[in-house]
């Protein structure tokens, strides 16, 4: 412990004497300025935004659209830190982080998010929630992040899109390489509460073809709240705490023509847990009637530990003159594994699950530029389809010592049946220039599903059930408007319609064989409309505000005996979100973010009700002021704060209930606020990060632990990270 602690202390003297010594180098070197980072939007280039799947600059788009580049993500994100932290305090519409190794309950607008790395979806039937927890920061090149339903990748986007853009390789250089090295600590400084970075990237590029390949590798120990006392993992959606990551990415491009390009990417990431510390569960499971203590217990004897291992493929083909016209086509594979925490209830045995996702798939886009009446007319259209196969088992384990020893019992369960998924759709996109300064967009989205499930036995029952298999199919529309007040700020009007198809694999675990079917399983489609308003000019000033509602007819709810039914009742969510960046001086700009959602359902009685919060975040907000000088040196003091609310705490006491509209099982919310103050200087060929988090050391509980604590279990319920040091240097030559 002695010697992490003065390695650390040595790394950080070294570094930060960088800020006092004269760099003999710098004359040689042409610094990356701030305004070089922080481009306008009238200089922003055209990127691929997934609203639309073609290539517009963010003022043409009839939505909330966000551009976060990867400077920024590397900002905001110390070693050990996941992109599930970034987005929640840079991403308005995103609720706030879980703290956990999982993203459930991570919302955007009180609906689903459809995570993409490269536009591929990462989200599918069966979802376990750790799409934003597969991808180190330090690999990422940029995310886009759409606001509100949409159906242009098919489903699952009912609250939007986050679109994670993978490095590429620096054109600028025909050979170049990055070396990063990170630590990160609690304000105690223990050696075995210590988090390491390493990370290594090469590029290459020349006339006819650039790569790119990197690794990351991090290891984090255990995690510390503001009391000094160890974070004991949390059972249910697993922790960060004792886990080793590695992130490998890669990409290859080849310039075939001057009109076509051939591109591979690959990505391996694999995540695991291996802890001796568990909640005090309390002698014969007495943390049922209350929390017995707050402490994580040492001594945990378990073979197998949560992990997430993926890997993917995927290749794209561009043309940009096929007949005048643009053709993409792209296939992709992604197969993940995951295993999840034995959740102990006090018994002799328990299950502990391990899942499996299996998904390859093609996608064609085609844009064509016409004129009609004078006037600029841009058509896209293609097929998409893919199959995707999901089985999940429990291996049941024997439990003693009160719950801290594991043993295999060599029996296996069913978690559902396996389950197959066939996606067919086709899509119009049309975007019509009806004036200089008006346009008109819209478009349509057939979807065709099918899902067979294989026999299986119900995890609760003792007969089997018999193969079976449904199918649905559904039309979805979008029409939105953008009217340019002026060359830098526009207004915007959108309907959109997203769909999620129900997780069939889960629906199915834990029913009576008496109602077991698919007949139910259908598509849940959102009606998102949104009126807005923004400003973005070279002056970095950034202002917006949306105003949006959502509906659907029918809720996905969980029932008290742990089975999932599809309710046929209304639900809605409505709100604003507000963005600003204003600069004081040519260096120092100070801004925030703001974002008031509401969501409701409908009890039996027909009341409107309030959804609890891993449905709808709080209010929620952020501050921050910032300093960069074009020389490279920057500082940044932010805060997030989460409003308390008990609405849905209250309303659960007095909604009416039936077989088919649960109880919403809400928690009453505390809120909470914390800083983070982050610095960055150049170095020697690269820079230095160094960030302060949750400065003030506040003592609180995310928003997920305390619903949590109603959900599952006070054993969910986990006090959040006390403050923490981040350090990292990222050398480039």
Known sequence: MRLSQFSLCVLSIAICSQLYAQDETSNNQTPVSNAQQQESVQKLPQIVITATRSEKSIADIAGTVQNISGVEVQKQAGAGRKVADVLAQLVPSLAPSSGTGSNYGQTMRGRTVLVMIDGVSQTGSRDPARQLNSISPGMIERIEVISGATSIYGSGATGGIINIITKRADKSKPLSFETKLGITSADNFRGDGLAYEAGQSVSFS???????????????????????????????????????????????????????????????????????????????????????????????????????????????????????????????????????????????????????????????????????????????????????????????????????????????????????????????????????????????????????????????????????????????????????????????????????????????????????????????????????????????????????????????????????????????????????????????????????????????????????AYQVSPTKGTIFGEWNSDDGYGFRVQMLAVKGTDKAFEDDKVAVNSDKVVPNRAAKIKGYAIMDTLVNFPAYKGRVDFGIYNVWNKDYRTVYSQQSEITFSPVSSMRAQGRTFGLSYTFNY
């Open 206 to 612: 020349n006339d006819k073809m650039d790569g790119f390949l990197g690794a990351n590798y991090t290891s984090r120990g255990s995690l510390f709240d503001a009391n000094g006392d160890r974070i004991a993992t949390e059972p249910n959606q697993t922790s960060r705490n004792d886990t080793d990551t590695l992130d490998i990415n890669g990409r290859l491009n080849f310039n075939l023509t001057d009109t076509q390009s051939l591109s591979f990417g690959a990505q391996y990431y694999k995540d695991k847990q291996d802890t001796r510390y568990l909640p005090d569960y309390g002698p014969n499971y007495t943390i049922a009637k209350g929390p017995q203590s707050e402490r994580a217990i040492k001594g945990l004897e378990l073979s197998n530990q949560p992990f997430t291992d993926r890997y993917a493929f995927n290749t794209q083909y561009q043309n940009q003159d096929v007949w005048g016209q643009t053709v993409n086509l792209e296939a992709y594979y992604r197969n993940e594994k995951g295993r999840f925490f034995p959740v102990y209830a006090g018994g002799a045995t328990v299950n502990q699950s391990q899942y499996t996702v299996d998904v390859a798939g093609m996608r064609s886009t085609v844009q064509s530029d016409f004129k009609l009446a004078a006037r600029d007319l841009n058509l896209t259209y293609g097929l998409d389809y893919d199959r995707e196969k999901d089985t999940q088992h429990y291996d049941v384990l024997s439990v003693s010592n009160n719950g801290m020893v594991y043993k295999d019992t060599g029996r296996r369960l069913d978690a559902g049946p396996d389950t197959v998924i066939q996606n067919i759709g086709a899509f119009l996109q049309a975007d019509y220039q009806l004036t200089d300064r008006f346009n008109l967009q819209a478009g349509t989205r057939y979807q065709y599903i099918k899902a067979d499930t294989d026999a299986y036995t119900p995890s609760r029952q003792t007969q089997s059930v018999a193969s079976d298999s449904t199918n649905a199919d559904k039309f979805l529309f979008n029409l939105g408007a953008v009217y340019k007040l002026t060359d830098n700020q526009q207004l915007f009007a959108n309907f959109s319609q997203g769909f999620s198809y129900p997780d069939v694999l889960r629906m199915l675990r834990d029913v009576s064989i008496l109602t077991v079917s698919t007949a139910n399983i259908e598509p849940l489609t959102v009606n998102s409309y949104e009126l807005g308003w923004r400003l973005q000019n070279d002056q970095k000033l950034d202002l917006g505000i949306t105003g949006f509602y959502n509906t659907s007819d029918k809720v996905i709810q969980f029932n008290a005996d742990r089975s999932v039914n599809i309710a046929d009742t209304d639900q809605r969510v409505y709100g604003a979100e507000m963005t600003a960046a204003y600069p004081i001086l040519d260096d120092f700009k100070i801004g925030g973010t703001l974002a008031y959602t509401r969501g409701q359902y409908k009890d039996a009685a027909g009341n409107w009700r309030e959804l609890n």
